[in-house]
């Protein structure tokens, strides 16, 4: 069983930053990309970023330039660094896995409870 626990999240002014971070269990975490994916109210569920374990990335264009994804396979943890956030930012954040190591499309096997970033205009 794989388990996803994210942190990090809260509530930052436009123009903040903001640094998630995803502690996954299990050894399948090396072998397997990992990502983000967010939910604001009313929206469907849309990818923010992934990473493969060698550390290949894509982001969703909405976020280009101002997040940065990365991993530490040694700490079995994923980060998301939010910098230069916006109103339209706030949703709820999820970390997700998969099996394998596409990210494009990232479709995820596994995935957190989510966490909640709210920014304020």
């Known amino acids: 069983q794989v388990q996803l626990v994210e942190s990090g999240g809260g509530l930052v002014q436009a123009g903040g930053s903001l640094r998630l971070s995803c502690a996954a269990s299990?050894?399948?975490?090396?072998?397997?990309?990992m990502g983000w994916y967010r939910q604001a109210p009313g929206k469907q569920r849309d990818v923010v970023a992934a990473?493969?374990?060698?550390?290949?990335?894509n982001y969703a264009d909405s976020v280009k330039g101002r997040f940065t994804i990365s991993r530490d396979n040694a700490k079995n943890t994923v980060y998301l660094q939010m910098n230069s956030l916006k109103p339209e930012d706030t949703a709820v954040y999820y970390c997700?896995?998969?099996?394998?190591?596409?990210?494009?499309?990232?479709?995820?096997?596994?995935w957190g409870q989510g966490t909640q970033v709210t920014v304020s205009s």
């Open positions: 299990g050894r399948i975490f090396s072998f397997n990309a």
């Open positions: 997700a896995a998969r099996l394998g190591q596409r990210i494009t499309p990232f479709i995820p096997n596994y």
């Open positions: 990473i493969t374990s060698d550390g290949s990335t």
